[in-house]
């Protein structure tokens, strides 16, 4: 029965993050890229924020490259964004032995967000990255905590 329940936890707190994600027009893969990240990265609030730094850090980047590699693009033609590229890679081996950025593959989950919406280089576009990454981190919590209550209502019952 505990299985049972959790996995009707699991099937409407995603059918309600899709709904929210339709409903405000945010891509879905996003949201579930940090539902996943929550999991991956230690199923706390606490190492979701500190996840959500390298994943922010791996967006800024995203940016940058895109500004180097359209430089550079205009001048060594279409060489110049893998030349970008390799710079801001290279530099993450020691971006990462700062203790808050460690995290390589939270970079990484950056630069797809980034790449995989490819928005504006502008202010709110880049900002509102975010809110379907902090909700996707809030629904894989909600999801953890009910699953970890539903897992121990069920051992008092026996």
């Known amino acids: 029965m505990k299985q049972f329940l959790t996995a009707i936890t699991m099937g409407t707190l995603g059918a309600l993050a899709v709904f929210i994600s339709f409903s405000f027009h945010w891509p879905t893969w996003l949201l579930f890229i940090a539902w996943l990240s929550y999991y991956i990265f230690g199923k706390s609030l606490k190492s979701a924020f500190y996840t959500l730094i390298p994943i922010t850090?791996?967006?800024f980047m995203?940016?940058?490259i895109q500004i180097l590699g359209g430089f550079f693009s205009k001048y060594l033609g279409?060489?110049?964004f893998p030349i970008a590229v390799f710079?801001?890679?290279t530099s993450l081996t020691y971006?990462?032995?700062i203790k808050l950025l460690s995290n390589?593959?939270?970079w990484f989950i950056g630069l797809i967000i980034f790449f995989g919406i490819h928005p504006s280089i502008e202010f709110k576009p880049i900002l509102?990255?975010?809110i379907p990454i902090i909700v996707g981190f809030l629904f894989a919590f909600l999801n953890d905590i009910t699953a970890d209550r539903i897992q121990k209502n069920k051992s008092v019952l026996k």
Do not use: Q, V, W
Request: aromatic residues 10%; charged residues 5%; glycine residues 14%.
């Open 104 to 106: 390589i593959p939270a």
């Open 95 to 97: 971006l990462a032995k």
């Open 62 to 64: 995203g940016i940058s």
């Open 87 to 89: 710079i801001f890679i």
């Open 57 to 59: 850090t791996g967006i």
């Open 78 to 80: 279409a060489i110049g």
């Open 128 to 130: 509102s990255l975010f």
